[in-house]
């Protein structure tokens, strides 16, 4: 190095050392934020606590009964694996509105092979989750190769998926006694387990177990480092190799195959399968348990932990209220406050960069 | 220069509508140097460093590396024939860890079937690899390599991103605009960095304005303007202020500089 600058002769002489700062200035509050920022299901792990906590003081012993925490998680289940394919398309930074009615018309495409065409069973719920993959590839195909917003494609196939599925069936629900009597397979997830006075379904497991594969999946998988990729920063992902849009596709391919699973669960939980489930709101219901889970709208952020803690919360707030026997009102008022709430931590957390 | 060149080009072009960014321009690069590109802003580099790098696809031209001609249709091609490029926005996922990152797109994974059917990343793999090169590199005040990029000075951003193509360049190196952004302290060391890495024998670009950095890491400096190349000059023997008098056409290029 023999043309260094005048001004840079400095330099030799600067501090070689690693920057070390005094610790003693820095407060709780701003440790805590350091602590949520690098745990991000801490949050809504700590807000669920709290809750359980919170109901239990007001509601006694009832609340915390083995069985009423099962039943919360039995009631959750649904919600919980929409969450879980929600949570994948908005770490890409998108969002996914066509979840709920693609779990709707799986369910029904699933009765009628079974039941109407006679299907085996078994092959009527590949078939079924099949159409829940195709749906979830449509939108994958207009978002990364149309390169249209998610929320327009997704608005477009929700009202798109809930109109063919009103068509298709004639809107006609499929009896429960006819499901058990002619595909007792499609109950499957509805088999329950008792220890005690805890009573776990198939479907509450196969939530948890869902979860888990897609965290070790998101976490420990190359492929899960580039969905955080794409949602985090989708012009530096492509430069780094990592090819954007087939990532798009399959993480919009999963979410339409994992909304069929969650029909498979459902239809064990409602017993009947009726084409008019799909104007519940269940995919504002998953948005708003990943959204309290901590995942970041902005993509990129979040543990899929978080999601499911995210759902529990809104089980236990909703079972808590209607065991003080609140208006269900309060419900909405409090799911309301919660999101605003995680929202607002999620941009409080962002602003560390510790 | 009786050696061949790792990197040619001849006749680029490209036109984006009616705007012609590159105009019949030529490009070579021998091995083992460091060539910087200098050049008024719209001059037409940056598409010149895209049309090698595989982000742009010239209209017209032939590129040829070690003598063979290739045609990358994305920079994903370009990486896989050994030609890396440091970014200006540097291409980093801030909430990435720094082993994270230096092996997007090209992850290692756990050997025996948790690589093979569980997919598993082999992290302490990484990492250990990831904390050698930033060794190799001198970049010893990161601490953790497992934090999150966004965590890092600029400096160390622009140190692990010049560390990420040093690791797995095996031709070629393209950085752009690697000291834009950065404070004395930091500038220095990347141009460390860049030593470094053709001390390693990896022949450079080198994309500046920055006249006292490039004269003073280049061993030949390619002057662009208009869409072209207007000629090679070495920093030895041309002022700062007749290389930007040629970059902006105050002055005409020397009969001989056309040659090199």
């Not at chain 1, 079974?114 to 994958?140: D, E, R």
């Not at chain 1, 104007?279 to 978080?306: E, K, M």
């Not at chain 1, 609140?326 to 560390?352: C, E, M």
């Not at chain 2, 700062?240 to 008098?245: E, G, I, K, L, Q």
């Amino acid at each position: 190095m023999s043309q260094i600058q005048e001004f840079e002769k400095a330099l030799s002489g600067s501090d070689t050392s690693v920057a070390a700062f005094e610790e003693h200035g820095t407060s709780f509050v701003k440790r805590a934020q350091h602590f949520l920022h690098s745990t991000p299901a801490a949050v809504p792990l700590i807000v669920l606590v709290l809750s359980i906590i919170i109901f239990g003081i007001a509601i006694g012993g009832r609340f915390f009964s083995s069985y009423t925490l099962t039943l919360i998680l039995q009631q959750i289940a649904i919600v919980g694996i929409l969450g879980a394919a929600q949570t994948l398309v908005i770490l890409t930074a998108g969002i996914d509105l066509s979840v709920g009615v693609i779990m709707v018309i799986s369910a029904v495409i699933m009765g009628n092979c079974a039941i109407t065409y006679g299907l085996p069973t078994l092959l009527a719920v590949v078939v079924g989750l099949a159409a829940g993959a195709a749906c979830g590839l449509l939108n994958g195909l207009l978002v990364a190769y149309m390169k249209l917003p998610p929320f327009i494609v997704t608005l477009g196939t929700w009202n798109i998926v809930m109109a063919t599925n009103f068509i298709y069936s004639a809107n006609e629900t499929i009896r429960d006694a006819d499901v058990d009597a002619q595909a007792p397979l499609l109950h499957l997830f509805a088999m329950s387990f008792r220890v005690g006075s805890a009573v776990l379904t198939a479907g509450v497991i196969a939530t948890v177990v869902l979860v888990a594969i897609l965290w070790y999946v998101l976490n420990h998988t190359a492929w899960g480092r580039h969905v955080y990729a794409v949602g985090d920063d989708p012009e530096a992902a492509k430069l780094s190799g990592i090819q954007t849009k087939k990532v798009l596709m399959a993480v919009y391919t999963l979410a339409g195959l994992i909304a069929a699973f969650a029909a498979w669960v459902s239809i064990g939980r409602n017993g009947s399968i009726s084409p008019s489930a799909a104007v519940t709101d269940y995919n504002l219901q998953a948005i708003t348990a990943t959204v309290i889970g901590g995942i970041s709208l902005f993509g990129g952020r979040g543990s899929i932990l978080g999601t499911l803690f995210g759902a529990m919360i809104v089980g236990v707030v909703s079972m808590g209220l209607n065991m003080l026997g609140a208006d269900p009102q309060w419900k909405v008022l409090l799911t309301g406050v919660l999101i605003i709430g995680a929202v607002a931590i999620d941009q409080w957390i962002r602003k560390v960069s510790v | 220069m009786t050696q061949e060149p790792v990197l040619t080009a001849r006749g680029l072009t490209k036109r984006y509508g009616r705007v012609t960014a590159l105009n019949n321009c030529d490009f070579d690069l021998y091995p083992g140097e460091i060539l910087a590109v200098i050049g008024d802003n719209g001059a037409g580099k940056s598409t010149l460093i895209k049309a090698i790098s595989g982000a742009v696809h010239a209209d017209e031209g032939v590129i040829e590396l070690d003598g063979k001609q290739v045609q990358f249709k994305s920079p994903i091609e370009a990486r896989e024939a050994g030609i890396e490029t440091v970014y200006q926005n540097l291409a980093l996922s801030p909430a990435l860890s720094i082993a994270d990152n230096m092996f997007l797109g090209r992850e290692i994974r756990k050997p025996g079937p948790l690589g093979s059917w569980l997919r598993m990343l082999d992290r302490p793999a990484m990492e250990k690899r990831a904390r050698d090169k930033l060794t190799e590199l001198g970049l010893m005040t990161i601490q953790n390599i497992s934090q999150a990029v966004e965590t890092l000075s600029g400096g160390q951003r622009q140190g692990v991103a010049v560390a990420r193509a040093a690791a797995f360049g095996s031709k070629v190196v393209i950085m752009d605009e690697p000291t834009a952004a950065l404070g004395v302290k930091e500038s220095r060391r990347v141009l460390e960095l860049i030593l470094d890495v053709k001390k390693r024998g990896l022949p450079i670009v080198l994309i500046s304005h920055n006249m006292p950095h490039v004269f003073e890491v280049a061993d030949r400096i390619h002057i662009h303007r208009l869409g072209r190349r207007l000629c090679v000059v070495d920093p030895k023997q041309i002022s700062m202020s007749d290389a930007v008098a040629l970059m902006t056409g105050a002055k005409k290029p020397p009969e001989d500089a056309l040659a090199a």
